[in-house]
């Protein structure tokens, strides 16, 4: 079982920035990928971005669509932290962002929100 806190979310401009941190604690050992998603009340949990945490593509990122050339996914080695930096954020960016295992996620932690004024 792997526990997820995730932080850093806020209340930007359109156009400003934000930087997302995820903090995993328990079995992280089982750790493959760490992805971060998004959810917006009334729609489906949308993925956002991934980063490998396997030997064979450490590091190696993937990004939705939607937000590729904006959001950069990156962690922490020693301190099990991961970060999603946001910028040029948009207010359809406006969503409850969450970290988690990907691509099977497990229990979902809070998550942070992150709302985007136009």
């Known amino acids: 079982q792997v526990v997820f806190v995730e932080s850093g979310g806020g209340l930007v401009r359109a156009g400003g920035s934000l930087r997302l941190s995820c903090v995993a604690s328990?079995?992280?050992?089982?750790?493959?990928?760490i992805g971060w998603y998004r959810h917006v009340p009334g729609k489906q949990r949308e993925w956002v971005a991934t980063?490998?945490?396997?030997?064979?593509?450490?590091?190696?990122?993937r990004y939705a669509d939607s937000v590729k050339g904006r959001f950069t996914i990156s962690r922490v080695n020693t301190e099990n932290t991961w970060f999603l930096q946001m910028n040029n954020l948009k207010p359809e960016d406006t969503a409850v962002y969450y970290c988690?295992?990907?691509?099977?996620?497990?229990?979902w932690g809070r998550g942070t929100q992150v709302t985007v004024s136009s």
């Open positions: 328990g079995s992280l050992s089982s750790i493959n990928a």
């Open positions: 988690n295992l990907w691509p099977r996620p497990s229990s």
């Open positions: 980063i490998s945490n396997e030997n064979t593509d450490y590091g190696a990122t």
